[in-house]
């Protein structure tokens, strides 16, 4: 069965202070690995798609990596509007739906 | 960019009542799908279509049907709403080509069964 962890649940960081989140995935034959932002009342937003094992995907003060067992956000020097949840989602094999994990909370004080 | 239009940001219904939610993508995507949201369960798939006149249900589709007459709209029908299905429902699209393209999502439709 394809599954998706994210860790940790929370996170609570400091302006500025550099951080990463984790998602943890197995699935058969990995086409996709996505990265959403949701803001509180929202849909969530998609960030960024990574294909393959070594791709790196970068976007302000963002940017994602991937190996074959999971896939790495990293938020360098971060800033209140950056508080959000972050959900991790792959695509398998075929046409089938999205697996998402259950998300990161992050909260950046200032 | 891709727009994806829920109908309504809040709904309040009586227990019993039909509800009917409503979804427009504006981007000729083959692919629709509902979800629901809630608090440490994450999202769940309730139904999925992937063309006109095709649906497939999820993980979740007990009290729920779905209805896609059109390629750019996908309806979500509680048939007889009761209190568990107070949540947040979130519509989504994408491409079919490759298989591999990311979802695009409403900005959700927050029901409250009463």
């Not at chain 1, 929370?10 to 034959?29: F, I, K, P």
């Not at chain 2, 589709?61 to 709209?73: I, L, N």
């Not at chain 2, 209190?83 to 695009?104: D, K």
Request: glycine residues 8%; hydrophobic residues 30%.
């Amino acid at each position: 069965e394809d599954q998706v962890t994210q860790s940790p649940e929370a996170l609570r960081l400091q302006e500025g202070e550099s951080s990463s989140l984790n998602c943890s995935y197995t699935v058969s034959g990995l086409r996709g690995l996505f990265w959403y932002r949701q803001d509180p009342g929202k849909g969530p937003e998609f960030l960024f798609t990574l294909y393959s094992a070594g791709e790196e995907k970068e976007k302000e003060r963002l940017k994602a990596t991937l190996t074959k067992k999971e896939s790495f956000l990293h938020i360098t020097a971060p800033k209140p509007e950056d508080s959000a949840t972050y959900l991790c989602a792959v695509q398998a094999r075929g046409n089938t739906p999205l697996v998402f994990g259950k998300g990161t909370r992050l909260s950046v004080i200032a | 960019d891709v727009k994806v239009t829920q109908s309504s940001r809040y709904l309040v219904k009586r227990t019993g009542e039909k509800v009917f939610l409503e979804c427009v993508q504006d981007m000729d995507h083959e692919n629709m799908f509902w979800y629901r949201q809630d608090p440490g369960l994450g999202l769940r798939l309730i139904y999925f279509s992937y063309d006109v006149k095709m649906k497939e249900k999820g993980d979740i589709p007990e009290g729920y049907s779905v209805s896609r007459e059109k390629k750019e709209r996908f309806s979500l029908i509680l048939e007889s709403a009761s209190t568990n299905q107070t949540s947040m429902y979130l519509c989504a699209s994408r491409t079919g080509a490759g298989y591999n393209s990311p979802l695009h999502f409403g900005n959700g439709t927050r029901l409250t069964v009463t």
